[in-house]
């Protein structure tokens, strides 16, 4: 078997199938995007392509080092499964070529993700000027450890599917469960594994204006 040449575009393959293509992609940046500076994502819901996608880097070295951290990751309910592309992009190629052409994209896409996020800020403004409610006694951190978590000051905006990104990153996950009121459960299959993603996640701020308050569950 001819081993595959590192190249800065990666192929990744396993993914779930139920998750729509916006969704996707933007799941794919976030994860993808601490290990370089990304030139493109490619993922298309053709039957031949289905299930798959590229993430196309600056340099090979980021590429490496996200092939080797993601790894099995399981993202979407389904572990990754990464190699180095076999074939350089159009993309690639393009910016090899012309020079600006990714950069222009890469441009584009970040005042895409600005208007975006200055929506949610708005909405989010919005929020917190509302008087805010009483403490709920279904998650405190009186409660004692057990292996489900009590997620606080969460944005409207937070889904199941977005919930489960996050904390899926620590073994053990079983699910994320959204309630009304900005609130979420999120259980583990044992304590242990319950407090690693409380201590890592008390006061992540998922928006500028939203520090997760996490803790545990009250039986």
Not at 8 to 18: A, H, S
Not at 60 to 68: G, R
Not at 185 to 211: C, M, R, V, W
């Amino acid at each position: 078997m001819v081993d595959i040449k590192p190249s800065q575009t990666l192929y990744i393959n396993n993914l779930n199938e139920k998750i729509k293509k916006h969704d996707l992609k933007k799941g794919l940046y976030y994860l993808f995007c601490p290990y370089g500076r990304m030139l493109d994502i490619i993922a298309m819901k053709t039957i031949k392509m289905r299930g798959q996608a590229f993430v196309i880097f600056a340099d090979t070295a980021s590429a490496t080092t996200a092939l080797k951290m993601l790894q099995g990751f399981v993202f979407f309910q389904k572990p990754l499964r990464i190699q180095y592309s076999r074939k350089e992009s159009t993309q690639v190629t393009r910016d090899k070529g012309a020079g600006q052409t990714s950069e222009m994209l890469r441009k584009k896409e970040e005042e895409r993700e600005r208007r975006r996020k200055k929506k949610l800020a708005q909405k989010v403004q919005m929020a917190v000027a509302a008087p805010a409610p009483p403490p709920t006694e279904q998650g405190t951190d009186n409660a004692r450890p057990n292996n489900v978590l009590f997620v606080q000051n969460l944005p409207d905006e937070a889904t199941d599917a977005m919930l489960t990104m996050l904390f899926n990153q620590f073994s053990g996950f079983v699910e994320a469960r959204k309630a009304t009121g900005g609130v979420a459960f999120i259980e583990y299959e044992n304590e242990a594994q319950a407090t690693a993603a409380q201590t890592a996640y008390h006061g992540f701020k998922l928006t500028p204006s939203h520090a997760l308050q996490v803790s545990y569950a009250k039986k």
